[in-house]
């Protein structure tokens, strides 16, 4: 059985445990940050596309969902494709039907269609939602773009880029997630600086990684300043 490493685990052991609590397991699922591993790009329309998925005893094929980038590495192998979002996002968009959550990663536990349909009705994500995955090409020029301005920041301990998508609409965005303990003008004004003649093929969006809930998926992805001890004023009065 997994050592849980987030709340959404610890209730999905305590609710295979104990079937009484699988109310509360689907209780905190709706603002829950879920993953599946996409077999082919989200579709120009918003659509989530085709998913990797494994075959129930009942025959059927349920899309496999994970509670945890790691666990699809765990599950489908290293470097695995990753789409992550909330919950209710993430499940709308998947085909109607029940969903495996973590296969091979016991304890597994199965969504009926009718608790899924059910979710919707409990609670709904606060503040914007949407997609995060990795894109099909690295931008080098991009990636090597931020590191040249935000790399010499010391206060920033890490940057990633990925791509956001938004559920039921057309295109993408890049998505920079950025921890910084200096002042965040600067890291918005180093974004600004690297992009000012860049030709952009989807916009980009700056998001501070201390309070983005997709920056465990951000973390996976391509890497602009790879994690380090920041340095700074603030640092050296936290000692």
């Known amino acids: 059985m997994i050592e849980p490493i987030n709340a959404i685990e610890r209730l999905l052991v305590q609710a295979a445990l104990d079937p ?55 599950a489908i192998g290293p470097g695995a494709a990753l789409l992550g979002g909330r919950a209710l996002s993430l499940l709308a968009l998947l ?6 959550i973590n296969p091979a990663l016991p304890p597994v536990m199965v969504l009926t269609a009718a608790e899924i349909a059910g979710l919707a009705a409990r609670q709904a994500p606060a503040g914007p939602d949407g997609l995060l995955g990795r894109p099909n090409q690295t931008p080098v020029d991009l990636v090597n773009r931020l590191n040249t301005e935000l790399g010499p920041i010391s206060e920033v301990a890490e940057a990633f880029l990925g791509v956001a998508y938004r559920p039921g609409e057309a295109g993408s965005a890049w998505l920079l997630g950025v921890r910084s303990i200096g002042q965040w003008s600067a890291v918005q004004n180093a974004v600004d600086a690297a992009v000012k003649t860049f030709d952009f093929d989807m916009p980009l969006q700056l998001v501070d990684l201390d309070k983005s809930p ?8 391509i890497a602009v300043v790879k994690t380090r001890k920041p340095h700074g004023f603030l640092n050296l009065m936290r000692r």
């Not at 059927?60 to 590495?73: L, Y």
């Not at 085909?95 to 495996?100: E, L």
């Not at 997709?214 to 992805?221: S, V």
């Open 20 to 74: 009484e609590r699988r109310e509360a397991f689907l209780a905190a699922l709706p603002t829950a940050i879920l993953y599946v591993s996409p077999l082919t790009p989200p579709d120009a329309g918003g659509g989530i596309g085709e998913v990797q998925g494994v075959q129930l005893p009942s025959g059927e094929t349920a899309p496999a969902v994970f509670t945890a980038p790691e666990r699809i590495s765990q």
């Open 95 to 100: 085909p109607a039907g029940p969903v495996a």
């Open 214 to 221: 997709l920056a465990d998926a951000l973390r996976l992805e």
